[in-house]
């Protein structure tokens, strides 16, 4: 039995719910997946300041450990280095995951976000993760993270403008709170729509299945221990 | 129930069955794997030459189809984009593969390849997946292809320098032939690594469990048909 | 006396007569320049597929050997690699010698294609030479290979549109059957238009007078000897 | 007069002691600067965890305001994306201000750093800035932070031996605690040695006589405002 | 006491003027400000050979000494290579200086130039300071060089349509002649709109302040000591 | 018949005549080649500063005109740009013609220089023209370049050493004094060695046999003409 904890980094419950049902319908058979919300933090990420602030809750939930692996479920990855330094099975987000799976089904995705105003993380991910070729264009459908899910026509019209203006092989969803949407808009659009929620979880299955995880050899080995204060003393690691 | 079929580029029976032992290793409970060898082209690839002549042999096994996905299993990925065009499902190889899984893992990755000569083509697929960035350098063991399996002494050394003077956090194993020796090599140099064929199969796995398969919006639609003549015309797409 | 092989990687006779005759027109009074159509596969090059199974009988050509130097004409350099491993020449392939001369004639030059599914390949080559930054843009003119030498009107469209859209310096013929509308396009549209099959006859004229060709340190010295099976045992190279 | 707020990072104060000398020594006669320690999280910062959980306490100085301009002072630039959406004047980080500081005084710089699991995010830093083809190495001197202010000899060390086998034009001082060598190493070495504090103190009193702060057009907006939960929640930004 | 000398590149007085006021305007208290013009070459720069030529003129300017820094005050920055090389400071050109300057204000930002031939250089420029990720485009004004200083309608209309169509976070005025609409074209706009001569005074007096110079150990060192000739025999620089 | 100029762009006799011996040992039947000093400027080029003052003799021999083309020899392409917007013929760069050559012949290749000071000039121009994913090194023989012609032991020394340590395919030699060690070097060191007087010669020559010449539709236009004074004022190109 395989056991997956799929974080959701924003406080909003109803997101935790539709992330769990997300991941566990494409879960394999002896997978059982947890889905958490972040105990503290915003309740939804939208800007840099919202996503710093996600951090430290999405790492106390890595922190507990238990698990065969860890997925982070918001697009812009945060805390994944974190992450990856103090867990004790691989980690994946889910923006790393959309576009990596993104990249097997063609040379080109598109991503289509919430808010105009966080294309700037996506695009920084897109080149951290060495996609910049690969991404052939940012679209937003403007409408905020917690109402997106039931937002149906205007991420419709963006998806669909940007399968039109970028010539894309693919589309990406930018945002954890789109997923119900991915198998509908692929089969109208006919384009395949990568989902990161989804895919995040096969890919974390994948690497728990080769018994691969996070290398310890310098960068991400645990980090050095040492005295937390104030609020943020818990995250101490001194011995 | 998922079928699988795991292609050996090459004409060498002994690594098709390798191939086939290793996929089916990490394959999940209800996948079927199926390995076949070229009919046709090198019995081991070694240069451009011997790759650019076994690609047909590859097209003909993915034309015949039947399969919900397919594996390239030679790490120069031969015919990848023109399997992508013909094939009835993912089609994944298993250099990228290996390159993807192995940036899930750390910064950066080693290749560790066969002939010297081998790592230009190596090169140019890391440039072409993106991971220019990620790869930390490519070493070469200098044992041809088909002697590869039984030559642990001067793999693992190959191995134990690239870890050393890259300072990498992981390793690529750069032949299919090498997939015996990852979990012992992992365990002896502490550094994850990967082996391209179980990577690939878990891959395409995913894929098809995410009910994702290549665009075929453009580039990567059917071939115009047409005919083909002379020792290739059955290749022929013409009506 | 200099002598040329120029290979149409496509088995259209008219195509190969056109090849040869645009060739002949540039080359030095000295050069003998043979053209030769591909005696195996497609009629035409227009997809992955196409492409990857034009390059056996390019392969086959350029094993024959007795002369200077070799052209491959067609636009995608079918096999360009594995053909300098085993030439007795320089090999030049007409997308990189168009490229190479546009860049010595201004900043930037938009290639103008047949079908815009071709368009991707055009892509990866002009990133494999170097040329991401000088390559201002890709137009198909969306007509067929085989008709493309009697579509002037679409052609010319998709030039003019290319050299207004993208404010290039310098305009690059994406496909070999277009050669003949070069001086007269560029005559109209007062821009320089660089076919490639005409490039590439003077750089192997270059090469061969400066008495360069490939080298043979590594990647590129002959393919270690080996046996091929099936319809493809032809190209075996073992002693 | 300019007001400027120098904010460290960590939590230890004899380095926020050392931070504030640093700035006011090279400060203009009309620049008044304030040197503020971190209210919560780590004592140093030596992962990207430790990294992370600084950002917290770096975004509640900068929330707090009255100045004219921030300066975040330690080399991983930790929330400076952030910090810029809610500042009320220009933030500069210190691994930025070094870098651009560098690349005016030579073509290459190499960066001196405390433990050499930090120099992943210095290398994130290096690319994220543009500066990839400046920065000609990245050199450890394995001393703990909060040491290395003492640890004259391994420091002077790294920086001899950076400059020896980078053959580099600047060296760049990855760690605010080493402020203190900027001048003698210098001379010693005989190359400019930059350090990070100084520069920063500059490059944020420039903006601010240029009457720059950062663009509010879009992605560097003040945050939607939201509730924040928890131990975080006076982070909350709701009306 | 910081004495600076700002070189006009052209020939044309008032422009010397309008640079020195500009520079005059930002610069410290204990700062003085000479501006001079170049004393041979073009009346304006608007080619790659007006540029090539104004460049004897302002290396005479460098040679003659005797200031703490040196501003090279045309959006080419003409000679910057070669006047490190023999300045007894630092030397900023304002192109370097305006670009560097908008990537500590946001993400990205666009040019706004004089004739759209000018861009080709800037281009070269963005890409020399390792910019091309953050600049968003390139706009012309098409107003000559001597007549931009006059031209505020078609300048602004530039501006704004590069702020509009680009999205870019801050603008950027791509010639020295630009200078006085700074301050209200980035009111009007609700952008930053930086100038190169203004963000290249600040620059040259914060490296003074931080006693900070080019490097003179290899590249930057100065030249070999040899005999000119002809019109140009005052440049040698034999013993 | 085809007449070329090839300039020296320093005032050297004896270099200027090695250079023009070398043009026409290559140069085809119906070539005459003409090789010209320059009129004014440094003896010799080895800093940023003789190849910034060396580029107002180089324009005036091509402002004379009357030829079919043009060659610049001199490793630092000085003034090509500027040369190109008012040549009546193609212009070519025996550093851009070498890097080009060399591509054509293997996937990687090493520059070879005089004085090492000089290799961030050769730096800059791989990366201007694309090639620095093809060139693996920079190595300097740190001979002056007037004595580089006599100096076969230091060069070929330098030359085996880049060989060895880059695992290139190809050497490229930085300097026109270096062009009589070519054909020799190649054979003693089995690797092919590009000169790039020759390689200018062949490609200039190709230009002119294909009617090509340099765009004239933006950047590369003749320049604004306008008044010049002092020292350059017959660089004027007033009406």
Known sequence: MTRLLVINPNTARAMTGLIGRTARAVAAAGTVVDAVGNAMGPESIESHYDEALAVPGVLAEIRRGGYDGY?????????????REIADGPVIGIAEAAMHTATLLGRSFSVVTTLSRTIGRARDLVHRYGFERACSGFHACDVPVLEVEAARKPLFEACARAAESDGCDVLVLGCAGMAGFCAEFSAELRVPVVDGVSAATKLAESLIALGLKTSDRGEFAPPPPKRYSGPLSTFGTQG
Chains 1, 2, 3, 4, 5, 6 share one sequence.
């Open 71 to 83: 997925v982070i479920a918001c697009f812009g990855d945060p805390g994944l280095d974190a992450a």
